[in-house]
T-cell receptor, first 118, second 115 residues
Framework: DTEVTQTPKHLVMGMTNKKSLKCEQH?????MYWYKQKAKKPPELMFV???????INESVPSRFSPECPNSSLLNLHLHALQPEDSALYLC?????????????????FGPGTRLTVT | GENVEQHPSTLSVQEGDSAVIKCTYS??????FPWYKQELGKRPQLIID?????GEKKDQRIAVTLNKTAKHFSLHITETQPEDSAVYFC??????????????FGTGTRLKVLA
């Protein structure tokens, strides 16, 4: 299985709602990522988990809360979002080493969740 | 901060012609350079990559070249086909003090192959 899956595919939420995005991979990868992508722009890194521990937080607002329950799952909890948070949210995974001594291997992206905040 | 410049932002070629996209990176410690293709509404897909100990890599109609001295790398697509039409992103690894690596993406090139 060389696929990263994400649910839901589309999500519309109000600014007072609480919702969660889910990501799953069964490739044995130990690094997982959340990216935000606006139209016609490159993916913008939000968070990186390495061996289920948060290793990078790119100064993301606290209304986005990541969670890595186990090595195969990655969640992104959303609360009190703003309309400008509307975007495609991509999950990715890659092989990694615990000390980060080796270059990260290629990242495999999921299909994304198209989020619209109204 | 670290960045990757990508040119051109748009590229139109006739079917069968070649296309070249160029990227320049700033972090001399970067050692892995992937290229992703993203079709409209779809996920970025890795099409080719190169590591810093290699100067060139080829996979059928796609090739990537790396010039470490000049800190730039290029994607070459030969015999272009309409299905090559997409946005292409280059990226370079960026090392951090903690040892964790992340990608720095270029701004993207929209390639249109005209039939």
């Amino acid at each position: 299985d060389t696929e990263v899956t994400q649910t839901p595919k589309h999500l519309v939420m109000g600014m007072t709602n609480k919702k969660s995005l889910k990501c799953e991979q069964h490739m044995g990868h130990r690094a997982m990522y959340w990216y935000k992508q606006k139209a016609k722009k490159p993916p913008e890194l939000m968070f990186v988990y390495s061996y289920e521990k948060l290793s990078i937080n790119e100064s993301v607002p606290s209304r986005f809360s990541p969670e890595c329950p186990n090595s195969s799952l990655l969640n992104l909890h959303l609360h009190a979002l703003q309309p400008e948070d509307s975007a495609l949210y991509l999950c990715a995974s890659s092989q990694d080493s615990p000390s980060g001594r080796y270059p990260t291997y290629e990242q495999y992206f999921g299909p994304g969740t198209r989020l619209t905040v109204t | 901060g670290e960045n990757v410049e990508q040119h051109p932002s748009t590229l139109s070629v006739q079917e069968g012609d070649s296309a070249v996209i160029k990227c320049t990176y700033s972090d001399s410690a970067s050692n892995y350079f992937p290229w992703y293709k993203q079709e409209l509404g779809k996920r970025p897909q890795l099409i080719i990559d190169i590591r810093s100990n290699v100067g060139e890599k080829k996979d059928q109609r796609i090739a990537v070249t790396l010039n470490k001295t000049a800190k730039h790398f290029s994607l070459h697509i030969t015999e272009t086909q309409p299905e090559d039409s997409a946005v292409y992103f280059c990226a370079a690894t960026h090392s951090r003090l903690s040892g964790t690596y992340k990608y720095i993406f270029g701004t993207g090139t929209r390639l249109k192959v005209l039939a």
